[in-house]
């Protein structure tokens, strides 16, 4: 039987079911960000660490209105304020913070298996919110719960992938959880940031956007993310638009009631056209509204002992399994194992 | 463990009759909403909407709430509790609304329903129709239209099966 899962650290590992759970709590979420008062009374006197170490606009203020709608307190800290700025690790900080005694950490940092590194060392709930180019759960989860909003079915369901796949935990943790759901996986981008070794997410590798995007139910577009690319992966962003740029001719090759998706913050005229990204097929606007309902639904499933609990599926069972109600659950995470890249 | 029937299907029909009789009577037939309590109360305050729509040739408004996000005793139930759907497509501001579940017991459900509630307005006056009061009350909370009372023991559970969600409309007490 599988135990009661107190991280959320990547999509890898997490059962479709734990996914299920976390949409339909989602779902039912939602309807409170529609009232006058937007406020649940479910997190009252439980306490949110935002820590935030990489820039962020979406993300964050999405945690933190879920945080608050749920009534729960939640604090805000950035790099360039904080301690780290003098030098403090990483660990160091965390070991601060869970002293004073917050329910979850919701962590954002560049290097991959930071989230991980928090989990391993402090008691309370860790949330990865992008760790590096590893993965990006919450993002995931926003982006199926959107598209499971337009196509019921996910199974089957022609999912294209375009751009930087390589850096991109977007991407690696949606390749993780549509695996799990059944969609089929397409994967396009240029062979510098598309390597082969992508092929075992069993996805179809393509380096022809045209030939990635034919027939697709969804078009999943990623952002060219200047800041991590050190090395040279193509010549220039003028080159890169010129055969990976989503335009309306492009998107007319796909599947006629296509969705696309962008996670933010968007490169008009890089990644995708202007026409494309205010076309009648974007979801973006509904993603990031998604974004509050999902990430409540993760603090919740999270915090609230005794709430369903997204569980995991591994089936490492034996150590202390079945504990009665009140007593503290030994530490497990869901997925998120390496750290490293694919 | 055993169960034995404390209303049958016929029983159940003809109390939700009686108690539709009840609110018109009380409220005059005016301006009324019902809301359900999820999961079980949603199904008998639809039902309670029909009847009351057949007898006075207009329907009352009718919702759904659930009250998970709102309870006290969250972590204390141990087993799954599913975060529903609340639905109140009208504005409750000023009107008259009847709560509707299927057991009355410690009183902490209602409690939480009538938290929610107020997050939707400011309601005229909220009553409280049950199909079974079973006793052991936690809060002074009471019903304004009970089903039928059973007399139960603490250890007991009461069972309430309807038709549109288990297949029968029954009342059932389990235990000694």
């Known amino acids: 039987m599988a135990q009661e899962v107190r991280h959320l650290l990547g999509m890898e590992g997490l059962s479709a079911e734990d996914i299920t759970l976390l949409l339909d709590t989602a779902e039912s979420l939602a309807e409170v960000c529609e009232r006058d008062v937007k406020k649940v009374p479910t997190l009252r006197g439980k306490t949110v660490v935002n820590l935030f170490l990489e820039n962020s606009t979406r993300t964050r203020i999405s945690f933190e209105i879920a945080a608050k709608r749920l009534s729960a307190d939640s604090i805000n800290i950035s790099g360039s304020g904080s301690s780290m700025s003098k030098g403090e690790t990483l660990a160091d900080t965390a070991r601060n913070l869970a002293a004073m005694a917050p329910d979850a950490i919701v962590v954002r940092h560049p290097s991959a298996g930071a989230a991980r590194l928090l989990a391993d060392i402090v008691g309370c709930h860790i949330i990865n919110a992008g760790d590096g180019s590893h993965e990006h759960p919450t993002q995931a989860l926003l982006d199926i719960l959107t598209i499971r909003q337009h196509k019921p079915h996910l199974a089957g369901l022609k999912v294209a992938i375009v751009g930087d796949i390589l850096h991109s935990r977007v991407a690696r943790s949606n390749l993780f959880a549509l695996r799990t759901l059944g969609a089929e996986l397409r994967l396009a981008g240029p062979p510098t940031l598309l390597p082969r070794a992508f092929e075992q997410f069993g996805a179809s590798i393509h380096h022809d956007l045209a030939e990635a995007v034919e027939g697709a139910d969804v078009i999943m577009m990623l952002r060219v993310q200047r800041e991590r690319q050190e090395g040279n992966y193509f010549p220039d962003l003028d080159e890169y638009a010129r055969y990976f740029c989503l335009t309306e001719e492009v998107v007319s090759r796909a599947a006629d009631d296509v969705i696309i998706l962008h996670p933010g913050p968007m490169n008009r005229g890089i990644e995708i056209s202007s026409g494309v990204a205010d076309g009648p097929w974007s979801v973006m606007m509904h993603q990031v509204t998604n974004g509050v309902a999902l990430r409540m639904a993760v603090l919740y499933q999270l915090i609230v002992p005794g709430a369903d609990g997204i569980r995991g599926s591994e089936t490492d069972e034996a150590t202390a399994g079945r504990e009665s109600a009140g007593s503290v659950p030994p530490p497990r995470q869901a997925g998120g194992a390496s750290g490293g890249r694919a | ?176």
């Open chain 2, 1 to 176: 463990m055993s169960a034995r029937s404390v209303l049958d299907s016929g029983r159940v029909g003809r109390v939700l009759l009686r108690i539709a009789h009840e609110i018109l009577e009380r409220n005059g037939g005016g301006d009324l909403a019902l809301v359900g309590i999820r999961t079980t109360g949603v199904p008998l305050a639809g039902r309670l909407a029909a009847t009351m729509e057949s007898i006075e040739g207009r329907a009352p408004d009718l919702g759904s709430v659930d009250v998970t996000m709102y309870r006290d005793d969250q972590g204390r139930l141990g087993t799954a509790a599913v975060v529903g759907q609340t639905d109140i497509p009208f504005d409750i501001t000023n009107r008259t609304v009847v709560l509707v579940d299927d057991v009355l017991f410690t009183g902490r459900t209602i409690r939480s329903a009538l938290d929610a509630l107020m997050d939707f307005g400011r309601p005229a006056a909220v009553q409280l129709a049950v199909l079974v009061d079973r006793g052991h009350r936690e809060l002074p909370i009471r019903a304004d239209y009970v089903g039928k009372n059973i007399p139960t023991s603490i250890d007991q559970k009461v069972q309430v099966r309807l038709a549109e969600l288990d297949g029968e409309d029954a009342v059932y007490l389990e235990g000694n």
